[in-house]
């Protein structure tokens, strides 16, 4: 029986608070700020890869020792600490408030537990041995990096612009799922990977056509160049 229910957590605006100012503590602030959060980070001493964060405004420092109170506000919180007294005093903090804990590779005092992750724009593989082996999760998930290439994004934001004229012409649910099951075994990936993203559209546009959706293939390469800037511009601000 698992020991763990995995969600995904909507962290936009939050506030996150790391504890450390270690090259761990920065990789865990970075993946936070990557996903909206507002990141404090909480440490005598920095690296210079947190530094550069700050520089960036990308995270705040606070250059203190941790004290209790220091979590105030906080949605989530993750401690990269070896100190198993200062790991409960943390723990004693959010469980009394009610906040989400990860300490790094000490999952008795975590509420939840961080899984290797695989990220491919919209798609997000994570990997988990219930902290019974970090290092073989990070294995397992980069063997899965050659069966989900980079070109999985373009694919997934393809489908989901598909998806949305499919269901503005009102196509039913079971025939999306069939669509779908057509585009999966398609070409459609295999020409992103190659880099011809023009094939790969105009693939889509005759895969909506047999499904009633009469689009020419120069309209939708239009309307996914539009939505590709609107996600760069989205990544950026």
């Not at 029986?1 to 100012?21: E, H, K, S």
């Not at 239009?222 to 601000?237: G, H, L, M, R």
């Given at each position: ?21 270690d090259q761990v ?194 309209t939708l390469e ?16």
């Open positions: 029986m698992p020991n763990y229910y995995p969600v995904m957590l909507d962290i936009r605006d939050r506030l996150a608070i790391v504890v450390g100012g503590a920065a990789e865990k602030a970075a993946a936070l700020s990557a996903s909206g959060a507002r990141v404090r980070v909480i440490s005598p001493d920095f690296c210079n890869e947190l530094l550069q964060q700050a520089e960036n405004r990308r995270v705040t420092l606070q250059r203190k020792a941790y004290e209790p109170g220091d979590l105030a506000g906080a949605f989530v919180v993750i401690a990269a600490i070896n100190d198993l007294r200062l790991a409960e005093a943390i723990q004693a903090e959010t469980q009394e408030h009610g906040q989400l804990l990860n300490i790094v590779d000490i999952p008795r005092y975590c509420s939840f537990i961080m899984p290797s992750v695989l990220r491919r724009e919209q798609l997000t593989i994570a990997v988990s041995t219930e902290g019974a082996s970090p290092g073989l999760a990070k294995r397992i998930r980069q063997s899965l990096e050659e069966i989900f290439p980079p070109a999985y994004g373009t694919y997934l934001r393809l489908a989901s612009l598909a998806r949305t004229h499919l269901r503005d012409k009102g196509v039913s649910y079971s025939k999306r799922d069939d669509f779908f099951g057509d585009f999966y075994t398609s070409d459609i990936l295999g020409n992103l990977i190659e880099g011809n993203t023009t094939e790969a559209i105009a693939l889509v546009a005759a895969l909506l056509k047999d499904y009633g959706i009469d689009l020419p293939a120069g239009t309307e996914f160049s539009k939505e590709k800037k609107d996600v760069s511009s989205n990544a950026q601000t």
